[in-house]
């Protein structure tokens, strides 16, 4: 069974997650690098930017931009959003799906990379997020 029914689905839960993760750690330390992290999802299509550039001081850490395209990312992972569902679960091994040709990247994968021992907040909000509404669908 497919991670999104839609692109509509896929949408909410990641401008929902959005907001949620906009002062966590991992936000925190995207700002303080000034980076730009694109997630290009297929199969439903999205484009996902985690903008640490662009927020203001005193503002959210980092902004989630929806299908968006500027600011240029620093580093843009492409992946089937099934894929990229295991990977906010904290269920994918990173370096192997990318070693295996599971997820392509352009850019500079090596400081993305080093922000991934911040990222199990988000796994765990992640997968909050999903079981909220999994237990607030209809029966």
């Avoid at 999802?41 to 640490?52: N, V």
Wanted: charged share 25%; proline share 6%; glycine share 8%.
């Amino acid at each position: 069974m497919a991670a999104f029914t839609d692109k509509a689905e896929i949408r909410e839960i990641f401008a929902e997650l959005g907001r949620r993760a906009a002062t966590s750690e991992a936000a925190k330390a995207l700002f303080e690098a000034g980076m730009v992290v694109a997630f290009v999802y297929s199969s439903p299509d999205l484009t996902l930017l985690m903008d640490g550039r662009t927020p203001e001081e005193g503002g959210p850490a980092m902004i989630m931009r929806l299908d968006e395209t500027e600011p240029q990312p620093d580093v843009t992972f492409s992946c089937s959003a099934d894929l990229g569902h295991r990977f906010w679960s904290g269920e994918l091994d990173v370096t192997q799906a990318l070693a295996r040709g599971e997820i392509t990247a352009r850019g500079s994968i090596a400081k993305a990379l080093r922000l991934l021992p911040l990222m199990p907040p988000l796994y765990e909000e992640y997968r909050r997020l999903r079981a909220e509404r999994v237990a607030g669908a209809p029966a």
